[in-house]
């Protein structure tokens, strides 16, 4: 393989198709060519990865390692102390970068800045696009968005100007295509806080979606962990053409594994059939491995990357890159969990959905399944972009079939939106005609941001309720998800079926088989689409004010907006320490039954806009969670009133009055998202410890970060011993635990804390628990939190 400068590529094929008056909005600050950018820290440190993975390799007695092991590996903080094994060893990593979006950032960095840190340890960067609505176009939607938005927004602003953190403001795209276009690297190991950071593996990174704490760890020099994750291989053969494009690599594969196939796994390709793909287009596979639960996907090092790099003002990354290129390979020989092959020369177009993502029909199957379901044969909103599908070639490619109608003289039948990456490619498709021509069909940019894919959609085209099926070039398709209307079936499909079938107006279409009717009445077959991976003039930057500094050095002159009176952001309070001694005097407040996801302990939905405000978001404490002295949920007495309450007021009643309490929880307390909030709340709330019996990893650690215990009954059967209104007279074994004494029962996992309890009526009994705390996480209870063992 070559990994020379990419050389020109074919004609601007649209010159002379006149964009409409949208051209004017990027003049004034636009600049020719993408300038070389500093490079200096986007370029992974390559050789202490090959250096640290030389001692990991040792370990292992040299046995061949598959790509995702070699960068996770070469990333451990201690690359000699742990002999990794795939889906047991918990590896404790030293992400090389950071990105946030702009509903995640919020308490992200609130928490960040507890660590009294002056800047991130690892460069860091803040995307402002999933607060941005989509509805009548680009302006005047922005305009709204900021004015709606303006206090979350100066708020992140002035923090990444205070941190050194990069900050893409409104209207400069969507968090995964910027950094695919300015910070993924082959080889980086990055953590995003939204769950499509995985797009970046397009360019051989390991880029994971995690919630805020983990983000935190990054930036505040925490090592983070993370369970050695298995590995699928995919193996690409053959070449993709047609009608056929790279999303339905994974819309195939989605089908196939479901949406929970991916679990614990890295996705990684190989195989001869990739080098035969474009850059861009494995990032729109990468970034949909989301939706079959992997922990990310990514690809070798290969040729396409190197050129995507050069064009988007890298080239010194790709000479780095190249020159460790068989770092950024599997080893020969290496094994992975799962193999599954796909020929990307038979491989046929995809729509999936409607309501789930792994729901996948081939194309030429589709019409029947129409017919079948009795659905309305009608598309009545395509719409392409995201930060799925809205590289360069995937809007060459649809203008193509675009271009075709308009020479045919129609436009499309469907509403047809446009939701252009990030401000580079919107410029760079103003320039090159593609945007002039996707509007002579009728389409309409919407702003460079999330919109309509998250959710901030206005639709003016619907009657409230009505049934109808919309194709999008997304990824994610769960009901309510675009227009918050459960009646819309959100199919998705490539960029290419959307216009097309958009063009026709039926969901029926197949532009393999069927053809559309002209202006004049006649039949016409659109031809296959057809596009340049990349622009051969080059990308432009558009409007160079959206563009932050290739290096931006923190200020810690700059004050940090927050409205005291605000009811969305509130500066946070370190937490105080931990006990010296024995906890004395902790009440049960509340005994839970069943299920106790984070969604119990902290809800989202109309929650979220409380995101970066710890006190309002805690009265949504735990009212998802049934309380099994009274089968009632989000409802507990309170001991000392005799009343009955909701768990967050009786919560905050018992810390007025300087009583900790705690809550008894069942079995897998915690499972689901990462989300920091539900252990957040609960310290918040006067809770020091909780007893389960047994919890879900993830949060467990997060309950640990924010100095709260979590203990395991030794026997789960004493669950049925405990109730709310009793109380831990004290505990025996803290003591010995917060001063590093060993306990009388340590194992290498933990050890063992006896609490002493009372119930109401005076009677008194003991339970055994177990705790699994490491030193490093004792520290932190110590000192109240994890932040606050960093700040030292
Ligand atoms: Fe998430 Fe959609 Fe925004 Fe991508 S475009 S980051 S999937 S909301």
Redesign the pocket.
């Known amino acids: 393989m070559s990994f020379l400068k990419p050389l020109a590529h074919t004609s601007r094929r649209w010159a002379g198709s006149s964009p409409s008056g949208l051209l004017t909005r990027s003049l004034a600050s636009t600049a020719s060519t993408v300038p070389t950018k500093n490079c200096t820290r986007i370029t992974p440190p390559y050789a202490k990865l090959v250096s640290n993975l030389e001692k990991v390799k040792r370990v292992l007695d040299h046995r061949p390692l598959t790509l995702s092991e070699k960068i996770l590996y070469s990333h451990l903080t201690e690359p000699e102390e742990v002999k990794p094994v795939r889906g047991q060893t918990y590896l404790k990593l030293s992400p090389d970068r950071v990105a946030m979006?702009d509903a995640s950032a919020q308490m992200a960095i609130l928490q960040f800045m507890l660590a009294g840190m002056p800047t991130t340890a690892v460069p860091t960067s803040i995307h402002c696009?999933?607060l941005i609505v989509g509805h009548k176009g680009a302006d005047q939607d922005l305009v709204n968005s900021i004015e709606n938005n303006k206090e979350i927004f100066n708020f992140l602003q002035s923090a990444a100007e205070k941190y050194g953190m990069s900050f893409w403001k409104p209207g400069s795209g969507?968090?995964?295509q910027i950094v695919l276009e300015n910070y993924a690297a082959p080889g980086l190991l990055m953590l995003g806080t939204?769950?499509?950071t995985p797009n970046a593996g397009g360019l051989g990174s390991i880029a994971i979606g995690v919630g805020g704490a983990d983000a935190v760890d990054a930036m505040a020099n925490i090592p983070w962990e993370l369970k050695a994750p298995e590995v699928i291989g995919i193996k690409l053969t053959g070449k993709l053409n047609g009608w056929t494009s790279p999303k339905d690599v994974i819309l195939h594969i989605a089908g196939k594994l479901t949406v929970r196939g991916g679990t614990g796994h890295i996705i990684e390709y190989f195989g001869p059939g990739i080098e035969t793909l474009s850059c861009t287009g494995m990032g729109t596979i990468c970034n949909m491995g989301a939706e079959v639960g992997a922990t990310t996907s990514l690809f070798p090092f290969v040729p396409s990357m190197a050129s995507y790099l050069h064009a988007t003002g890298r080239g010194p990354v790709a000479e780095a890159a190249r020159q460790h290129a068989q770092f950024l390979q599997a080893d020969a020989g290496a094994v992975y969990d799962k193999v599954i092959e796909v020929n990307l020369s038979t491989l046929e177009p995809h729509i999936n959905g409607p309501f789930t993502p792994d729901l996948a029909t081939p194309l030429s199957k589709f019409a029947d399944v129409v017919r079948q379901n009795g659905w309305k044969d009608e598309v009545k909103v395509g719409l392409i972009g995201?930060?799925?599908n809205s590289s360069y070639e995937d809007m060459d490619r649809v203008t193509s079939l675009a271009k075709q109608a308009v020479e045919k003289g129609i436009k499309s039948k469907a509403g047809f939106f446009i939701?252009p990456g990030s401000e580079q490619i919107r410029a760079t498709i103003e320039r090159d005609g593609q945007t002039g021509v996707l509007e002579q069909v009728g389409g309409v940019v919407l702003a460079n941001a999330?919109g309509p894919?998250?959710g901030q959609w206005t639709r003016d085209d619907l009657n409230e309720k009505e049934e109808n099926a919309i194709l999008t070039s997304?990824?994610?398709n769960f009901k309510n998800r675009n227009d918050g209307n459960a009646t819309t079936m959100n199919f998705l499909t490539s960029p290419e079926l959307v216009t097309a079938m958009s063009l026709s107006g039926k969901l029926t279409f197949n532009p393999m088989t069927d053809p559309l009717v002209d202006a004049s009445g006649n039949e016409f077959m659109l031809q296959p689409p057809y596009g340049d991976n990349l622009p051969l003039n080059g990308f432009i930057p558009g409007n160079l004010s959206y563009t932050p500094p290739d290096v931006s050095e923190p200020n810690g002159a700059i004050e940090i907006n927050v409205d005291p009176k605000s009811s969305r952001l509130q500066v946070l309070e370190p937490f105080g320490p931990g006990p010296e001694g024995e906890f004395e005097d902790l009440q049960v407040m509340l005994k839970v039954k069943g299920k106790c996801t984070t969604d119990h302990i902290s809800a989202a939905g109309p929650w979220l806009k409380y995101k970066g405000h710890l006190e309002n978001i805690a009265h949504n404490t735990l009212n998802g969670a049934l309380n099994a002295d009274n089968e009632k949920v989000n409802v507990v007495q309170n001991v000392f009133t005799g009343k009955e309450g909701a768990i967050h007021e009786v919560g905050r009643d018992y810390q007025k009055l300087g009583k900790p309490w705690i809550v008894v929880t069942d079995h897998n307390y915690g499972e689901g998202s990462a989300r920091e909030h539900a252990a957040l709340q609960m310290r918040y709330l006067g809770c020091p410890l909780i007893l389960a019996r047994s919890f879900a990893r993830i949060h467990q650690t997060n309950l640990k970060k924010q100095g709260v215990l979590p203990l395991t009954f030794a026997d789960p059967a004493d669950w049925d011993r405990m109730h709310g209104g009793d109380v831990i007279e004290s505990t025996v074994g803290v003591a010995d635990l917060v001063a590093g004494r060993p306990g009388k029962n340590d194992t290498p996992e933990g050890g063992e804390i006896t609490l002493k309890v009372r119930r109401p009526n005076g009677e008194r009994y003991e339970i055994k628990a177990l705790h699994t705390m490491s030193k490093d996480q004792v520290e932190w209870f110590k000192k109240g939190s994890a932040l606050n063992a960093a700040r030292g």
């Open positions: 979006q696009d999933h969507i968090i995964h939204d769950s499509h995201s930060c799925t939701t999330c894919c998250i997304f990824n994610r």
